[in-house]
């Protein structure tokens, strides 16, 4: 009973905690148009979303895709079909681990919080050492949900957080829009790359949270997508989905000069096929990044 009533007066806290947090932000990226003075350098957008329109007809897959390049000051997102919803699958821990992220970073919460397991709270993935009434850092749960997406350590955050709608107070908040994360979980590539571009240009608790949660999303045990369709050496710092026949893949890419954010979403094929066509999505966005 008295864990009871520990864990109901938690999530109270918690919610207020989510609201003390809150801080201006400027608008939604997808809501950014180029400014005049730079008109002149934007790249058109027709031949990239062409290709991602091949690639999609080919493949015999629905595909939603939006990339927004963060080296413009204003920057003007390129999207196909990016207000489509999916099944968001595990991208819904990235709204997740931000918010981790950022109440680490405000002082609010630790690393070194330690996290108990409930039965309710198991889901199949990719550990199994769960037990009623096992506890977990943080930090351990984190890199769980994180590098190896597991499914279990997401659910156990996401209780703590204070469940779906919690969670979803904070993603738009965040720059998500339509979403609804964890239950039924479902969001779009327009929401899943401003969340991404929110994260990258610190209003989401700055290079502090950033610290914290990029090693998170950085080298996981999903490779396959969006890392590699860029040249090696650069940074892909990104979180997957992966369920049935849907296949999605947000991340920021850094390097050799260039730093933007893509979000593919794809339904109807699932595994490696659907993987290869992340990947080659994202070859196609860092040509057109590149040219």
């Known amino acids: 009973m008295i864990a009871a009533i520990v864990a109901l007066v938690g999530v109270g806290l918690l919610t207020a905690t989510i609201a003390a947090i809150r801080v201006p932000i400027a608008p939604d990226v997808t809501q950014f148009r180029l400014a005049p003075a730079e008109a002149g350098a934007v790249r058109d957008p027709a031949p990239l979303l062409a290709q991602v329109s091949q690639l999609a007809s080919a493949s015999g897959a629905t595909v939603g895709m939006v990339v927004t390049d963060l080296n413009v000051t204003q920057p003007a997102p390129v999207r196909f079909s990016g207000d489509t919803p999916f099944p968001a699958a595990s991208t819904y821990k990235l709204p997740l681990l ?13 690393a070194s919080d330690r996290i108990c397991f409930q039965d309710e709270e198991h889901e199949d993935g990719w550990f199994d050492d769960y037990e009623d009434g096992s ?23 996401a209780t703590n957080l204070g469940g779906g709608t919690v969670l979803n107070d904070y993603a738009r908040q965040r720059g998500a829009k ?3 994360f964890f239950a039924p979980n479902e969001t779009t590539a327009s929401d899943l790359a401003a969340l991404m571009a929110t994260e990258a240009t610190g209003r989401a608790g700055g290079a502090s949270a950033q610290r914290w949660l990029y090693p998170l999303l950085t080298h996981s045990e999903f490779e396959e997508g969006l890392p590699a369709g860029v040249p090696n050496g650069v940074t892909v710092t990104h979180k997957i989905g992966d369920v049935d026949q849907t296949v999605n893949d947000v ?6 000069g260039k730093k933007y954010v893509l979000a593919v979403m794809t339904i109807g094929l699932g595994g490696e096929a659907a993987w290869r066509l992340v990947a080659a999505i994202s070859q196609a966005v860092w040509q057109y990044e590149s040219s």
């Open 135 to 157: 506890c977990f850092t943080r930090q351990a749960l984190a890199e769980r949900a994180g590098i190896y997406s597991d499914n279990t350590a997401g659910h156990m955050l």
């Open 98 to 110: 931000m918010a981790d992220a950022e109440l680490i970073a405000s002082g609010s919460w630790k």
């Open 178 to 180: 339509t979403s609804a």
């Open 251 to 256: 991340g920021l890419i850094s390097g050799q």
